[in-house]
């Protein structure tokens, strides 16, 4: 990102308002920024945002070569042509690791990526979760203040990246590819236990008949589950879907908006939001502690008190109460 | 724990030093306190005794009814025969749900709790694993400057306990009980990884033949794990023992001591020594500084932004923003 020391806050929130995408980009660009004045700037831009716009929020999880790309091009442009407006954001915590994202990717979503209507943008780089967690998330508000109707948030099954997400969603929905019997043990249970739909995907030509084993048997799975007061009579539930030959997608997003005006009809919706609102204030607090342990200072203190320690010559504990008091001293020292 | 302002520090270090057992004691209520003076004295007495005394640190998990209470009986009174010193510590982050700590209970250790070369502590009572941990861990530490030549620092199977437990134990035993064909599925791969040692206890009467299975079944698994630079051929390794009839333990401390011994020749001993330090160093800054939100003023203001935010009258980063800015604020208004 260009440094601009005159950015305006308050024309580009106007900007990202009318539903300008380069401006949503920008403004992605800066919540994503590392630099301290790039943070308050964005903390600035997302209190300027309108608060009652409201995307329809959907999670998105599946391992590498379920077809995650094919069906969030399908399914896009299927809402799309509704005269929706889309965007795809995507959360890896692995993408510096295997050197660059692989989700979000606009040339795997050829159609999509090309349309006025759609807004596509690959997961910030990261090394740790948490980072990566945090920008989404403001993606998301983002991309609700833009005016976008649904926002598709993509992660891939590594670590916690999908409780992460389910935490940023509305609705999470896993796509699975058609196995043979051993395939239930491959998912974790805790993504089972947040999945709302399970959607089997390519159920079509020769392997059509495994994904109607597959399907049954995960049906039969999210039976044994815990009934969670969220859910509605069949739900959570497990559907086909051939993202190739766009077949089903209509079939999701009809039992998925019944989901939503049961759970909204409920109380459900609401609640689900204000509590995953109040989540990200606390873990913004957390995080904004410890971010005081990121400064070269801080570091250069921190390893040359980790070395005393590890050689044995000081206690952990008294490292620790030394390096609180420097940095609290340090703190008001400050003008 | 009477509160003692006059509290001589540097008295109560000596007086740990000396082996004094009601003075140790006195010391463990220190560390676990929650109030911040006696964490100061506690960072204090910590720092002031000896860095060069080591005892033999070995971590011990297994589920309830293996008969954990029993092996560290058993075990802990050979050690106490060949002129050792032994403490029992015990960590359990459930103790307070479940109304009070069955683990490190003297009852069940009726022997080893009479006998003078022993010492044995409850868990401390907390909610969350990680006040638990640093607590533990710095009792190890006492126990250590006491004199002890060896500490079993014993843990249920709940949640991460048993990762916490490796991180302050030398040598690490998964106690398991004889058990049907399927039970390799019960425990965590987690666990598998960081036992150094799985002993099949209840190996006696009619049980020994499912013992002799089950220790199959375990050795098989532990050579299909990834080798880890840390472990001399042969080991993880599994073995039969028998608490009970006192069978089985001189071979469990054979070869507990050929591991460590082959360690400290390798260097391994004393660099997983100082990794360990280091990482209780950044425990205690991490957790030194999100202390900051556990005052209540702090709890205060994070309840009403939290309803604000949960409301949707402020973002959950303008909210996380203020709240910062008036942590500090408050700190610089300190004398």
Known sequence: MKTDHNLDIADLAERVQKGERRALARAITLVESARSDHKAQAVALLDLLPKARQALRIGLSGTPGVGKSTFIESFGMMLVAQGLKVAVLAVDPSSTRSGGSILGDKTRMDRLSRDPAAFIRPSPSQTHLGGVARRSREAVALCEGAGFDVVLIETVGVGQSETVVAQMADIFLLLLAPAGGDELQGVKRGIMEIADMILINKADGDLKPAAMRTCADYAGALRL?????????????????????EDGLDAVWADLNSLRDWRQEQGFWERTR????????????????????????????????????????????AAAAAFLTSLSKSDTSKP
């Open 225 to 245: 589950l815990r009934k969670r007061a969220q859910d509605p009579p069949g739900y959570p539930k497990a559907m086909m879907v051939s993202a190739l030959q």
């Open 274 to 317: 204000a509590d995953q609102a109040r989540y990200w204030f606390e873990q913004d607090v957390r995080n904004g502690l410890l971010a005081q342990l990121e400064t070269p200072q801080a570091r250069g203190a921190l390893m040359r008190l980790g070395e005393e320690v590890a050689a044995g010559h000081t206690a952990p504990a």
